[in-house]
């Protein structure tokens, strides 16, 4: 935190190109320059002419969640792109689908469970993911100790698999066949196990149905893991009191990415283990949560695939476009052609299949923007870079991964530094970019608009007949609030809306910011407790076990069945020091050795006579990379991993010390044209691959 602080190289005001080179500029002077550039293209070639592209600190910081949706509805335009799409989205669509919103997802219990199932995970280096809590190595060896069993499932022996009880290599791209394995075990040994979820689950018969083909023995062939042990492991699930499976980025990120989120859920429900203590439980969240809204049990359902990408006719998906479609959108002359792009915390050249190419598109904008605290590989090309804050000069509360918290809790963190002199919050940045698309000039007036999104926000709550406030006087509301403003207001109606709140007076006792400002350490709301119906929001009011969009994606995974390919695979990998692209520029997270090296299982490395330290040239259908080689059989043989986020040798960027760690872009070998078709999301795990020495 301190040396991010502290870097020299983080971005501190405005630059505006001026021939050809990112220059100091006013805010005055960069917002005139966003007006005087981006208007007349939105006016000649439409709103859909303006891309978006969201990174992950998106998602993480208030004040760019709250406002970047503010933003992205002022501008109307359907070229909205996010990391989303290199992530969960597959979970989204598969929780949406089974429960009924875009962020139904099941976390595991784990303070409570005896065992846990874990695929494609790394919490040793990730701490989590789609499962927030502090410590969670900690918390996860505190299984061990109560003497319950974690079992991973992953290509690489990771840490997390060290120190698990059990851990079995699976060939990449292959969890959906071991998971319907599983599956087929509980019906052939009438192991399923319904319970309390029975009356609240449609689709039952059908899932047995689908599962028929994929035998222990089938599924074996193609995973990797022998058919006893699928036996035993669905035996073992059924047997344990608390139990819970968990996927996270490798079961995600694949082939299968969907098919495979969704049969986690699946063997979390027909094992009796879903909306159990110790099992897999749905978090009531403080604020925001799409499953504590509306009425309780029944909902519209999740609504996806709405309209197509202009070139490649892939789906939308709630709200966006999959991020590996965005080279060829802004490529491809005609009507809709992307021809400027706004960057909001994100580094897709880095992040995102195909890395060159989009490299190349980026390049060929008639205008782009980037919201950034660092001018790296994406935001170089940038003809306006407005820098967001130091993290100690934000306040934080976050609110998205609270939605997945392992328990119920909130937590606010007031700034610690004052914002200096000369720069200011993003969430005013963002109202004035808001202003300008919604053709008020660059210097709209950002109070009034503030005003405004929260007046609506409140409108919207006295207006649902679902909302602890329905009814009440909008204006007595906005008065409340005073005088807090930007997202600290926001939040505030949040919680005092939420499931916990005070209502505006109607539970005196609930939830407001005040309290949680008077709670430095947070507010424990307590363990997660069983929702199941009230959580749904499906359209019937059911689980919907074999949700039809689901089950037709199932065909193409029998037809995979028979597969063998045995050629090399690509998967990645993350390190407790680094994160994503951009913690890259601090000392203290690059000394010590390299991170960025290709692992080659020992029979690899002596075939294609590679040893530690030796530079490998890896080559995929989109692109060619050069890696040292770390020889270890922590690799599952046949499978090589590099890390992603790295490369930072890109000519205009100022990271003085990642230059110094450049490392390889591992997403020049991520195919952009290989989807999940559910989803949209990237396939970037079981990238085939071709390895060879590099020339010297
Ligand atoms: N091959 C491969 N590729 C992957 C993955 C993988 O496992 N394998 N993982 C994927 C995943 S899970 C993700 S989430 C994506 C991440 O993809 P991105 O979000 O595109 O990339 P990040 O590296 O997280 O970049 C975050 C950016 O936000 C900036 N930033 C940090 N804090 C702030 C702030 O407060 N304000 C502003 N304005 N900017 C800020 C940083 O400088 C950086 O440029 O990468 C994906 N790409
Ligand atoms: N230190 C650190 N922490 C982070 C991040 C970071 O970059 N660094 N990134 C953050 C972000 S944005 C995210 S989304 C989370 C991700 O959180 P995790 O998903 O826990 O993170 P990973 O370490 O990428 O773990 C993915 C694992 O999947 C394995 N894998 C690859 N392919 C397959 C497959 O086909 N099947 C199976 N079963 N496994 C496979 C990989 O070998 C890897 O060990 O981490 C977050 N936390
Ligand atoms: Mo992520």
Sequence with gaps: MKELDADPDRVRMPLVRRNGTLAPATWDEAFAEIERRLMPIVREHGRNAVAVYLGNPSAHSLALGMYGQVFLRALGSRNIYSASTVDQMPKQVSGGLMFGTVLSVPVPDLDRTDYLLMLGANPFESNGSLMTAPDVPGRLRAIRERGGKVVVIDPRRTRTATAATEHHFIRPGTDAYFLFGLVHVLFAERLVRLGKLREHTAGVEEVERLAQ???????????????????????????????AVYGRIGTCTQEFGTLASWLVDVVNVLSGHLDEPGGAMFTRAAAGSPHTRGTPGRGKGVRFGRWQSRVRGAPEIFGELPAACLAEEIETPGDGQIRALVTIAGNPILSTPNGARLDRAVASLDFMVSLDIYVNETTRHADVVLPGLSPLEQSHCDVVLRQLAIRNVVTYSPTVFPVPDGQQPEWQTLLRLAGIVAGQGPSADTGALDDFVVMQRIDHEVGSPASPVHGRDGGDILQALAPRRGPERILDLMLRTGPYGDAFGARPDGLRLGALEAAPHGIDLGALEPRIPEVLRTPSGKIELAPERLVADVARLQAGLPRTGNGMVLVGRRDLRSNNSWMHNLRVLVKGDARCTLHLHPTDAARLRLGTGDVARVTSRAGTIDVP??????????????PHGWGHDAPGSRLSIAAAHAGANSNRLADELALDPLSGNAILNGIPVTIEAARA
Aim: proline share 9%; no cysteine.
């Design 213 to 243: 083909p994929f035998t222990p023995d089938a599924v074996a062939a193609r995973t990797g893991i022998a058919a006893g042990v699928v036996r035993r492991l669905a035996r073992e699930l059924v047997a344990a009191p608390r139990a």
């Design 629 to 642: 080689v770390e020889v270890t059989d922590a690799v599952m043989p046949g499978v090589v991993s590099v």
